[in-house]
T-cell receptor, first 112, second 116 residues
């Protein structure tokens, strides 16, 4: 079993839809959880960063962490064509030098 | 937000040459920098972790003599691909994290390396 599993894609939604992206993990040592957005031929851009169970909201984005179920989600409200990108979940244990473990990424396409 | 600058964004060179890629944290001190490689339609593969003033820690299977990493200051790390060959062609991305356990990794925009 991989340490981090991310829903396979690709995902295509109409503009304005609510998008739900999910990852599960098996390593209970993971304490910090991130969602990155990566456009083609660009580096990943940090969208959300959480380190406790619960919800964190930033504009149209909501990150949800459930440590008891080892499950994290990213919700995008009122999706826009500019949200079309690859979304990567990532997580790590404590320790500033700790390596990130990434999900495989899911490609989202928002149709105008 | 934190900004990481990577240069060059794209380089094409002949087989056998060495290529240096720079990674700079522009508005924070990066105690730790990471170097990744990404193949098309795949996730990021960690190559090495470097701390300022220390030798880099390489992941299993990554050749230290092939991929030289220097982290001489709190704002600059470099990756040199020595005697590059076509199989080294890839997308290389750096990331940096500041001081403290709570800091996330911020990524540069990557360098597309093409070896002819």
């Amino acid at each position: 079993q991989k340490e981090v599993e991310q829903d396979p894609g690709p995902l295509s939604v109409p503009e304005g839809a609510i998008v739900s992206l999910n990852c599960t993990y098996s390593n209970s040592a993971f304490q910090y959880f991130m969602w990155y957005r990566q456009y083609s031929r660009k580096g990943p851009e940090l969208l959300m960063y959480t380190y406790s169970s619960g919800n964190k909201e930033d504009g149209r984005f909501t990150a949800q962490v459930d440590k008891s179920s080892k499950y994290i989600s990213l919700f995008i409200r009122d999706s826009q064509p500019s949200d079309s990108a690859t979304y990567l979940c990532a997580m790590r244990p404590t320790g500033a030098n700790s390596k990130l473990t990434f999900g495989k990424g899911i490609t989202l396409s928002v149709r105008p | 937000g934190a900004v990481v600058s990577q240069h060059p964004s794209w380089v094409i060179c002949k087989s056998g040459t060495s290529v240096k890629i720079e990674c700079r944290s522009l508005d924070f001190q990066a105690t730790t920098m990471f170097w990744y490689r990404q193949f098309p339609k795949q996730s990021l593969m960690l190559m090495a972790t470097s701390n300022e003033g220390s030798k880099a820690t390489y992941e299993q299977g990554v050749e230290k003599d092939k991929f030289l990493i220097n982290h001489a200051s709190l704002t600059l790390s470099t990756l040199t691909v020595t005697s590059a060959h076509p199989e080294d062609s890839s997308f290389y991305i750096c990331s940096a994290t500041g001081t403290g356990d709570l800091q996330p990794q911020h990524f540069g925009d990557g360098t597309r390396l093409s070896i002819l």
